[in-house]
C-alpha cells in the first residue's frame, strides 16, 4: 500500500514525541493504525446491518463496515434497575457503587443501590439546555476517593452564543443531601457559536493522570469547515493536563498557529470515547446521513471531516466532492451507514459476559440498543446488536459486572443487562413500563 503522510504538510514540522499512551510516533500511513490485516474470528456468515445503505460508497478495507454478526448470539435478560430521569445524559458509578447522572436541563443526581433517586446535587452552573446542548458529561477524578473531585461537561451560555465548556468541582454531601463546591472552570472550546448542535461530549482519563475531551464542530455548514482549522476549537479531540492547561507533549504545543490542547482534528460530532485493553484511546462518532466512524485517534492526526465522510447531507446531496479518501487524512477504522447514532463507548472488561470481554460497547440512539464490537488489533471482526426497544445515551460497566443502558428522553431509565437466566430475582422487566 502506497504511504502517504498524515499530518498536513504545513504542521508536520509541528510535532513533538508524544506520551507513553500512545507509544507511537504519528504514523505515516493513509490507513490509519496497524498495518492491515484480514481479521480472523469465529463468526456468522451474515453482517449485523442488513438494511439498505443510504450511500452507494464502497468501503476501502475488508470489514471496514458491515461486519459478520458473532456465530453465536449473546442472550440478556434486561431489568429496570432506576426510573424517573428527566433526559438523562451521562451515567457513572462511585466507588461505594451508587451512581452519580447527568440531566440535560442542569441537574446532577445521585442515586442510591436500591435505585432511589435523591434530589438534585445544589451548585451546579446554568446551561443552555436548547436542542442537543445542556449539562453532558461526568467523571471522577482519579483520586475520587480522596479529593471527592468530579468533572463534568456542558453547553455554556456565553455573550456570542455557546459552546462546550469542562468545569471541576467537590463534590460535598451531609445529612442527606449534596452540593458541588470550589467550583472551576478549566476550559472552554473557541469559538463561541450561536446554535443548538453538535456540543459532543465526552471526558476520559489516561492512564497517565492527562484527560481527554471531545466536542462536535457545531452542525452547520457555514462553521463545520472549522473542524479543519487548527487555529479553531471546533471539531476537535482535545488532550488536557488536569488543571485544565496543554500538557506540553501534545503535538502542536508550542504553535502560533494551532490551539495546544488539540490532540487530533477533522471530527464531527465524538459522543463516545474509552480506553482499549492495551490503554489506548478509541473514539465513536456521529456522521450525517451514513458514515458514523470508529477511530483510534493518534496525536496530530487529521480524521477527515468535512472533507472526506463516507456520509451524505440529509438532503441526499453529497458532502463537498463526495470523497471518501484523501491524502493527509486517515481512514476510519470502522463505519456504519445506516447510522447506529452513536451515543457513548466502554470497554467491557468483567466476567459476567464471557463473549463480551475485551470488547466495545457502544449506545445507539438510531438503533436502540447497544452495539458489540470485538476487534483484532485496529479492526473490527465483528459486530453484534443488541436490542432495548430505548434510544441509549450511555452505557458503563457496573462493579458487579453487569451492563447499564442510561435510557433517553423524558422518562429516563437505567436499564441492567445480565446473562440470560441469571438476573436477580425481584427486578423488574425492562419492558415493564408502568412499573
Do not use: C
Not at 209 to 224: C, H, I, N, P, W
Not at 315 to 334: C, L, M, N, R
Request: glycine share 12%; aromatic share 8%.
Amino acid at each position: 500500500m502506497t504511504l502517504k503522510p498524515i499530518l498536513l504538510a504545513s504542521f508536520a514540522a509541528l510535532a513533538l514525541p508524544v506520551l507513553a499512551l500512545a507509544q507511537e510516533t504519528t504514523p505515516a500511513a493513509r490507513v490509519g493504525g496497524d498495518a492491515f490485516a484480514a481479521p480472523t474470528a469465529e463468526t456468522a456468515k451474515e453482517p449485523a446491518e442488513t438494511a439498505p445503505a443510504n450511500t452507494g460508497y464502497k468501503p476501502l478495507l475488508p470489514n471496514q463496515t458491515r461486519a459478520p454478526m458473532p456465530a453465536k448470539a449473546t442472550e440478556v435478560e434486561v431489568a429496570t434497575a432506576v426510573k424517573g430521569l428527566a433526559s438523562p445524559w451521562a451515567l457513572e458509578f462511585l466507588p461505594d457503587g451508587r451512581m452519580i447522572v447527568t440531566e440535560k436541563a442542569g441537574k446532577i443526581r445521585l442515586i442510591a443501590k436500591d435505585g432511589t433517586v435523591g434530589a438534585p446535587v445544589t451548585g451546579v452552573p446554568k446551561v443552555d439546555a436548547r436542542g442537543q446542548g445542556g449539562l453532558l458529561d461526568v467523571a471522577l477524578s482519579p483520586g475520587f476517593a480522596s479529593d471527592r473531585t468530579i468533572y463534568f461537561s456542558y453547553a455554556e451560555p456565553r455573550e456570542k452564543g455557546n459552546g462546550t465548556t469542562l468545569a471541576k468541582a467537590k463534590l460535598v454531601e451531609s445529612g442527606g443531601s449534596a452540593k458541588l463546591e470550589d467550583l472551576k472552570v478549566i476550559f472552554r472550546q473557541t469559538p463561541s457559536y450561536d446554535g443548538d448542535k453538535h456540543f459532543g461530549s465526552r471526558i476520559l482519563f489516561a492512564p497517565d493522570g492527562k484527560l481527554f475531551l471531545t466536542v462536535g464542530e457545531r452542525s452547520d455548514k457555514a462553521v463545520r469547515g472549522q473542524a479543519q482549522d487548527l487555529s479553531s476549537g471546533l471539531g476537535k479531540l482535545f488532550r488536557l493536563e488536569p488543571d485544565g492547561s496543554a500538557p506540553k507533549d501534545n503535538p502542536f504545543s508550542g504553535s502560533d498557529k494551532a490551539q495546544p490542547e488539540i490532540w487530533s482534528y477533522g471530527h464531527r460530532n465524538v459522543q463516545g470515547i474509552a480506553l482499549d485493553g492495551q490503554g489506548r484511546v478509541w473514539t465513536i462518532e456521529h456522521g450525517p446521513r451514513g458514515g458514523d466512524e470508529l477511530n483510534r485517534p493518534r496525536p496530530g492526526v487529521n480524521y477527515g471531516w468535512p472533507l472526506v465522510t463516507y456520509g451524505i447531507e440529509y438532503s441526499g446531496e453529497k458532502i463537498g466532492d463526495g470523497a471518501t479518501q484523501a491524502g493527509g487524512t486517515s481512514q476510519p477504522a470502522y463505519y456504519w451507514d445506516p447510522v447506529i447514532g452513536p451515543s457513548s463507548l466502554t470497554l467491557y472488561n468483567a466476567d459476567l459476559f464471557p463473549a463480551w470481554k475485551g470488547n466495545f460497547l457502544a449506545g445507539g440512539l438510531v438503533s436502540l440498543g447497544l452495539v458489540s464490537l470485538k476487534l483484532d488489533g485496529d479492526k473490527v471482526v465483528s459486530e453484534e446488536r443488541i436490542p432495548l426497544q430505548e434510544r441509549i445515551r450511555d452505557v458503563k460497566v457496573g462493579p458487579d459486572g453487569a451492563v447499564y443502558a442510561l435510557t433517553d428522553g423524558p422518562d429516563g431509565k437505567i436499564l441492567k443487562l445480565t446473562p440470560k437466566g441469571g438476573a436477580k430475582s425481584g427486578e423488574k422487566p425492562a419492558d415493564d413500563r408502568k412499573g
